[in-house]
């Protein structure tokens, strides 16, 4: 009972109003404090425990998107990074279908995210999935965009909303006539 959500807001820049939120797992040690993801996701893959992080994950998430709807309130497209383990390991579709039944959620509230190696493991396979997340009317981003095939050709393959631009390109974005290009 370590692990802990956290929602980063997404601001629109033009009106300055919140628009969505980004689902972040952390975990509070009782002794390091907090971990970030970047030292115990990559254990959790080794170990086999990101499957069943992710899936709490989600069902916190969905459980606190409930809430929000139940205050009357509107926190718009919350999205929710799903590990390559969860993605093609069978029924994430099927489980966020009962997340979704079982707390009045629309999948409308839903973004899913996958890195592009995610999405470029198993092509086929990510494309019905894909396709069946889009059924449901949930977005699909594309994270990290950049790091590893970067192909705009590859995308066009696939059925999703938005294309995350990897930090390494936007973090000099206003020093680098390169990076500006690119992005």
């Known amino acids: 009972n370590e692990l802990e959500l956290y929602f980063q807001p997404k601001i629109d820049a033009r009106s300055g109003q919140v628009t969505a939120a980004e689902a972040l797992l952390r975990w509070n ?3 390091l404090g907090i971990v970030m993801p970047s030292e115990f996701i990559p ?22 998107i409930a809430a929000w709807l139940a205050a009357g309130l509107r926190p718009g497209k919350i999205s929710i990074n799903v590990s390559a383990h969860s993605f093609y390991g069978g029924g994430l579709v099927r489980q966020i279908d009962e997340l979704l039944a079982r707390s009045g959620v629309a999948g409308e509230q839903l973004f899913i995210e996958i890195t592009e190696g995610t999405l470029m493991h198993d092509r086929e396979a990510a494309v019905q999935v894909l396709s069946d997340l889009r059924e449901r009317h949930i977005g699909i981003s594309v994270d990290d965009f950049g790091t590893g095939y970067s192909s705009l050709g590859y995308l066009q393959r696939f059925p999703v909303d938005e294309i995350k631009i990897d930090r390494s390109f936007v973090i000099d974005v206003d020093s680098k006539a390169g990076n500006q290009a690119l992005v």
Do not use: C, F, N, S
């Open 43 to 64: 254990l959790a893959e080794r170990t086999g425990l990101i499957r069943p992080m992710t899936d709490w994950l989600l069902a916190r998430t969905v459980e606190q």
């Open 29 to 31: 040690h009782p002794k």
